[in-house]
């Protein structure tokens, strides 16, 4: 009987893969930056860069400057590379702009309320040996770098607290 339960034990560990993402402070971030900026995303395509060894596909961000926090930027728009990984259970972090210029609706319980574009982000970037920015940390692990930054009614809306049972009668 042991054994059985070793073995079975040993084939659910050989298939439970996890991850350890890593985390960065605030102030780590601002460390690792060239340039810190809110963002307004504009338009993202795929270009021909690939990471062959995890199926990630690079991605070529437009977004206008907004606000510079650190760094010096002369440009209004800047151009950031970025690599895509698919999802999957054990993912990567990689940021992904969403390409609608269309609301979003967000839903709790029977309310819905809807997140309007344009879409805003704080980015942590350095600079490129090409002039592009990159993400402050790992590719793998880019979306750490931007900060979706959401209507504040919207924030309040979600972080609301749900009604009592109670007050759904009335």
Sequence with gaps: MRTLISC??????SIAHARFAPSYTFEELMQRSDLVVI???ESTRQTDERDEERYGSGRLTTAKIL???KG???ETKISIRHIYYPRNPNSPNSVEFPDTKEQVPLSRGTKTTYANPPWRYLAFLKKGPDGTYVPS???YDSALCFLSLVDSGIVAWLAEPPPKAE???K
């Excluded at 079975?8 to 560990?13: D, M, R, Y």
């Design 72 to 74: 010096e930027s002369k």
């Design 137 to 139: 940390v790992d590719a």
């Design 67 to 69: 606000t510079t926090l």
């Design 39 to 41: 963002i307004e995303h």
């Design 167 to 169: 007050d759904k009668g």
């Design 8 to 13: 079975l034990l040993l084939s659910l560990l």
